[in-house]
């Protein structure tokens, strides 16, 4: 009976977990949206804040950072585990906490590698001065590598807090 009793309330939390992932999940969405409204309302263009070239060289920062220091499987490990219907054993506990240092290590690459991708755009911005057009479309892609690197250290931290919680369930 005690087995029943302790089975019912883990299906318990478990659904309410699931719920309060679901909830949590719907509000981040809804800020994206309430953020990209904001600019929309403000006369600012959405397309000013796309700029595939300093993405990429950010993530592309990332994934050969994460390739030297050998925790690229476990990034991708991490991020699978913190969405994905697994259940752990104790022995994927070690995977599940090499998985959280290497989403740790991850932010602090994206980060830095965001501010070090603007320096070096000021760099070469302050080497064209004598064209005054383009000093404000370049200044603003410059600072686009550290408004990236900041959301997506967010995006990952939410990731690295959720693989934390499976480690200490």
Same mark, same amino acid.
């Given at each position: ?29 809804? $800020? @994206? ?5 904001? *600019? /929309?309302? +403000?006369?600012?263009? !959405? &397309? ?46 070690? $995977? @599940? ?5 290497? *989403? /740790?290590? +991850?932010?602090?690459? !994206? &980060? ?58």
């Amino acid at each position: 009976e005690n087995m029943v009793n302790l089975l019912k309330d883990t299906e318990t939390q478990n659904e309410k977990h699931k719920w309060f992932n679901i909830v949590m999940n719907l509000l981040w969405l809804l $800020l @994206l949206c309430f953020m990209i409204s904001i *600019l /929309g309302m +403000g006369g600012t263009n !959405i &397309i000013w804040f796309i700029d595939m070239p300093s993405l990429l060289l950010i993530c592309g920062f990332l994934i050969l950072a994460l390739g030297i220091s050998g925790q690229l499987k476990y990034f991708w490990l991490g991020i699978k585990s913190a969405y994905g219907k697994h259940t752990f054993k104790i022995e994927d506990m070690v $995977l @599940l906490k090499r998985a959280e240092h290497a *989403l /740790g290590f +991850g932010i602090k690459i !994206i &980060i830095f590698s965001g501010i070090a991708t603007a320096l070096i755009s000021f760099v070469t911005i302050m080497g064209h001065l004598e064209e005054p057009t383009a000093l404000g479309p370049n200044l603003a892609v410059a600072t686009l590598t550290v408004l990236y690197g900041i959301v997506l250290s967010m995006v990952l931290m939410v990731v690295k807090a959720r693989v934390h919680n499976l480690i200490s369930e």
